[in-house]
């Protein structure tokens, strides 16, 4: 498993503010909304992410909901690859496939449509922070069970005391900020 940092400083790392005991007490959450509200951040951010996923040659990126979606969906763009959305139990509304994990809080459930990912394609999975790499396990477990292959993950943030990347044992991990 290899892994991209960011090599220079990127605008988004004095931007993203912590915010204590969000969604409930002991999580220290890494709010990216200001990177999204500085257009000069959030274009660097993506123009970053595109040029280290087009190094993978994926055919198609996947994004978690919902925050991956918010950079998923203009690397898809810029890239001129198809977007497929990974998304909580019960969001989608065509026929679906599901997988369960375990996240820093508690559990959950990701779906997406059974027609998602096409068998062969090579995927690029794509989220706003790396945690516990549970819902990012979750997503590759799917892209896997529709026939692809994930060549990737890309994250704006790492917790790197979670120790998320240790779960991802396909492809490449690309991550911006490491905190």
Not at 19 to 31: C, H, M, N
Not at 102 to 119: R, S
Request: hydrophobic fraction near 45%.
């Amino acid at each position: 498993m290899s892994t991209t940092t960011a090599t220079a400083p990127l605008r988004a790392e004095a931007l993203i503010r912590d915010i204590p005991d969000f969604p409930q007490p002991g999580i220290l959450f890494k709010d990216i909304t200001p990177v999204l509200a500085d257009a000069d951040a959030l274009r660097e951010t993506i123009d970053v992410l595109s040029a280290q996923i087009a190094a993978l040659t994926p055919d198609r990126v996947v994004g978690i909901e919902s925050r991956g979606f918010l950079f998923g969906v203009p690397v898809a763009y810029k890239l001129g690859l198809p977007f497929s959305p990974v998304r909580k139990l019960g969001k989608l509304p065509y026929q679906t496939i599901q997988e369960e994990y375990a996240l820093e809080y508690g559990t959950n459930t990701v779906e997406a449509h059974v027609d998602a990912v096409d068998p062969g394609d090579r995927v690029v999975i794509v989220d706003d922070l790396l945690a516990t790499g549970g819902t990012a396990t979750a997503a590759a477990a799917i892209v896997e069970r529709l026939g692809g292959t994930v060549v990737g993950y890309a994250f704006l943030v790492e917790l790197s005391s979670l120790k998320g990347r240790d779960r991802l044992d396909r492809g490449k991990i690309i991550t911006l900020l490491t905190y």
